[in-house]
Structure formats: C-alpha cells, structure tokens
C-alpha cells in the first residue's frame, strides 16, 4: 500500500471527524493508498500538540504556511472557517498538493471560482466535504433514481432545522462563534446549513435555473468576542427559497437556527411520477419509499433499513441489521477519495461541483435583497 502523508489544518469539529476517517479507512476499505497523519496545524501550540498526541499526528505546526511547504506533506486538508479556505486552497494548489476542502468552499461564487481555477490549473485532485452524498441511505436514493425507478420528477423539498443561536445573549465571532460572525462565515444558514441540501439536491436531481428566496436576521446585533462591542449582525438567520430545477421538477428549501426542538434535522423528500423517496438525518440509516406500482391492496411507504451487505458502503461494515452513523459518511468519502485518484475516476464532490453550491447560495442570498427570481450562472 502507498502512503499519503496528510497535512490537517483545524482542529475543531470537522478536524475530528477527518482525523477519524484517515484513521479508519484502511480498516474497512481495501484500497492502494494509506493516509499517513503526518502533521496538524492550528494557531495554539499547546492546543494542536494535544490534538496531534490525542489523534496520533506525527507533528504539529502552528503556520499553515510552514505546512505547506513541508516536502513529506502530500495531501492538505482544510477545516477551517469558511474565510480562509481559498487563500489556504490556492497556495496548497500552486505547491501541488493535493486538497481536500470543507464546505462552503468558499465565501461566495467570485472566490469559489478563482480557487476551481487554481486547482485545475495545478490539476491536483481535489474534494469537498459535502459528507451527506455518502450517507448510505442517500447514496441508495441516488441509485434509485439513477435506474429510472421514480420516472419524472415532479418536487424536491428539503429542510435543516436547528434552534441553537436563539438567545439574543449568544455573542458572535471568535472560536466556536465565528458562524455567526459574516466576515468569518460568508452568510449564516444559506452557506452553512442549506449549501449540504443545496449539494445533495444538484446530485440526486441535476442543475437549479432559477430561485426566489427570502431571509431574516432575528436578532439584528450581538456583541462580537473579538472586539468586545456590540456590533451589526450580518448573517442570515432564517432562508427560504423556491427553485426550479432545469429537468422542470418545483423545489421549497428552508433551514433557521430557531426552529426550538430541532437540532440537526436534515430531511428531504423527492415525489416522481412512479415512486417518492423520503430521508431524514434523525434516523439517517433508514431511506422510505414509496412504489405506486405495487400492488394496490399491499401499497403503502416502506422504511429501508439500509445496512445490508448488497446496500451501498455496508459490505465494508458489520453484518446485516447493524447500522453505522454520522461519522462513517467521512470514512466513505476518503475512501472513495483515494480510491477515485487511484483508478483515474475522480470521486465527487470537486471542487467545481461545489462551485455549482456556491452560484445557488449567492443567487438565494441576491433573491432575497432583491424580492426578484434570479438565475443561477452555469459552473460547468
Ligand atoms: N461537512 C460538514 O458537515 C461540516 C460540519 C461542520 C463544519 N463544517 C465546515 O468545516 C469548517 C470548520 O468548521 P468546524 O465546525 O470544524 O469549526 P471549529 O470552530 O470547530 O474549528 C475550526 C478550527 O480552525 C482553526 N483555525 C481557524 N483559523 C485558523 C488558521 N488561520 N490557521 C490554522 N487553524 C485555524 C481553529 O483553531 C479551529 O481548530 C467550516 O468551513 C465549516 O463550514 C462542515
């Protein structure tokens, strides 16, 4: 087996989850390549050597630069706040390495754009943590509708709903906060929460022409933990949005932080001219469908429990009626990552499909200020 020295820059939430899947995937994945964890890098030494013992990293760096010019660093992979994906993306591409980069790629379609440009001119393989694709329930609503089994699609609806920014005592910016800090975030739940339905939409049913959105900002200043003063805020709280999709399916999208009683609820649903398909993240392992084909007095929604062996990515797992969560859909993508530049067949999300995300978010977020239908540029 090759080994990829893997060169991590955050160590927060998503560091974890990413530290977890290189750890893992050999493990469970037959593949050519083995992620080395080379080294991580984060601002506080004291903090990011913790982490490197914790997780088993060779060394640490406290400049992301210093790790991009390590020679024994073969793959970056950044877990940072969305602010300084591109500059960390482009100088990790001009150095030839290899990226992986967390959503949103970037703070808006003008920067995502320079950074696909960036990469396919160093043209080092390259992919982006929209996670949700590899849930296996969601990559089997993908098969289905592959195979024709929901004929025309007529609606896609989905939603992700959480109530943690509802106190109007919670600050913005700094560590932990910088989500609800615009200049570190780029927008609230449009970048956030709505760009993984936005991902997972464009997969399972191709390219939005156009959307009408609205948006609100609930509590309209809290004080910023960076400067100590009570500042603007410039996030979007709550989006709604229409869209329609070019195969001529009408689509609702919603997210909000103040939907009390919900924390992470993902959920979509696709209605087509034979069959619908249903998904909800508060019971990812299960995908429900529905066949008018069947017979009448026996229709009805069947709930699939996804984690048979002949289902996606369960073979690799344990036996039959045992599922796995939300930490194995990183796994999944760094296999599929290695496995995909090995074969020659990159895997998705790239970089540029991710731009596709990011011209529907900035053309939500135009809707909005505008009260107007706008149309989504083309990223392919
Ligand atoms: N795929 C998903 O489901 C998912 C979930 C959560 C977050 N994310 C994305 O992952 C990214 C990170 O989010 P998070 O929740 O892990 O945030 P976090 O706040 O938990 O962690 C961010 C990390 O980045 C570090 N950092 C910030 N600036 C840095 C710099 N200049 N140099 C080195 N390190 C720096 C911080 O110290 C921290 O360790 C964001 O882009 C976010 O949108 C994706």
């Given at each position: 087996?090759?080994?990829?020295?893997?060169?991590?820059?955050?160590?927060?939430?998503?560091?974890?989850?990413?530290?977890?899947?290189?750890?893992?995937?050999?493990?469970?994945?037959?593949?050519?390549?083995?992620?080395?964890?080379?080294?991580?890098?984060?601002?506080?030494?004291?903090?990011?050597?913790?982490?490197?013992?914790?997780?088993g990293y060779e060394t640490y760096e406290t400049d992301w630069r210093k790790l991009i010019a390590r020679p024994d660093i073969d793959l970056i992979d950044i877990a940072?706040?969305?602010?300084?994906?591109?500059?960390?993306?482009?100088?990790?591409?001009?150095?030839?390495?290899?990226?992986?980069?967390?959503?949103?790629l970037s703070m808006d379609g003008k920067q995502g754009a320079q950074m696909v440009k960036a990469i396919e001119k160093a043209g080092v393989p390259n992919m982006v943590?929209?996670?949700?694709?590899?849930?296996?329930?969601?990559?089997?609503?993908?098969?289905?509708?592959?195979?024709?089994?929901?004929?025309?699609?007529?609606?896609?609806?989905?939603?992700?709903?959480?109530?943690?920014?509802?106190?109007?005592?919670?600050?913005?910016?700094?560590?932990?906060?910088?989500?609800?800090?615009?200049?570190?975030?780029?927008?609230?739940?449009?970048?956030?929460?709505?760009?993984?339905?936005?991902?997972?939409?464009?997969?399972?049913?191709?390219?939005?022409?156009?959307?009408?959105?609205?948006?609100?900002?609930?509590?309209?200043?809290?004080?910023?933990?960076?400067?100590?003063?009570?500042?603007?805020?410039?996030?979007?709280?709550?989006?709604?949005?229409?869209?329609?999709?070019?195969?001529?399916?009408?689509?609702?999208?919603?997210?909000?932080?103040?939907?009390?009683?919900?924390?992470?609820?993902?959920?979509?649903?696709?209605?087509?001219?034979?069959?619908?398909?249903?998904?909800?993240?508060?019971?990812?392992?299960?995908?429900?469908?529905?066949?008018?084909?069947?017979?009448?007095?026996?229709?009805?929604?069947?709930?699939?429990?996804?984690?048979?062996?002949?289902?996606?990515?369960?073979?690799?797992?344990?036996?039959?009626?045992?599922?796995?969560?939300?930490?194995?859909?990183?796994?999944?993508?760094?296999?599929?990552?290695?496995?995909?530049?090995?074969?020659?067949?990159?895997?998705?999300?790239?970089?540029?499909?991710?731009?596709?995300?990011?011209?529907?978010?900035?053309?939500?977020?135009?809707?909005?200020?505008?009260?107007?239908?706008?149309?989504?540029?083309?990223?392919?």
């Amino acid at each position: 087996m090759k080994k990829l020295n893997v060169g991590l820059i955050g160590y927060g939430f998503m560091g974890r989850t990413h530290s977890n899947a290189f750890r893992q995937v050999n493990k469970f994945f037959s593949l050519g390549y083995e992620p080395v964890l080379k080294a991580v890098c984060a601002r506080d030494e004291a903090k990011v050597k913790a982490f490197a013992e914790n997780w088993g990293y060779e060394t640490y760096e406290t400049d992301w630069r210093k790790l991009i010019a390590r020679p024994d660093i073969d793959l970056i992979d950044i877990a940072t706040p969305n602010n300084s994906h591109a500059e960390i993306a482009i100088a990790a591409a001009k150095a030839g390495k290899m990226i992986l980069c967390e959503k949103p790629l970037s703070m808006d379609g003008k920067q995502g754009a320079q950074m696909v440009k960036a990469i396919e001119k160093a043209g080092v393989p390259n992919m982006v943590w929209y996670n949700y694709r590899r849930v296996p329930a969601v990559t089997m609503a993908k098969q289905l509708i592959d195979e024709g089994r929901l004929g025309r699609i007529f609606h896609y609806r989905a939603k992700f709903l959480q109530d943690w920014t509802i106190s109007k005592d919670l600050p913005q910016g700094g560590a932990g906060l910088w989500r609800l800090d615009v200049k570190a975030a780029g927008s609230g739940v449009t970048g956030d929460l709505l760009a993984h339905c936005i991902d997972t939409a464009l997969w399972l049913n191709g390219s939005i022409a156009n959307v009408s959105a609205m948006t609100e900002t609930f509590v309209k200043e809290r004080k910023h933990n960076l400067t100590g003063k009570i500042e603007k805020v410039g996030i979007d709280d709550a989006c709604a949005f229409l869209a329609r999709f070019n195969n001529g399916s009408l689509a609702t999208f919603e997210s909000t932080r103040y939907a009390r009683g919900h924390k992470a609820l993902y959920t979509f649903e696709i209605n087509g001219e034979h069959a619908s398909i249903a998904w909800d993240l508060h019971d990812l392992h299960r995908l429900q469908y529905f066949d008018h084909r069947d017979e009448s007095k026996l229709r009805g929604w069947r709930s699939i429990h996804v984690t048979d062996g002949d289902q996606p990515y369960m073979k690799n797992w344990w036996v039959p009626g045992l599922q796995i969560g939300y930490e194995h859909t990183f796994i999944h993508q760094v296999a599929d990552f290695l496995a995909g530049f090995d074969s020659q067949t990159p895997a998705h999300p790239s970089f540029r499909d991710a731009l596709e995300t990011q011209y529907v978010c900035d053309a939500v977020l135009k809707s909005a200020q505008t009260g107007k239908w706008e149309k989504v540029p083309k990223a392919k």
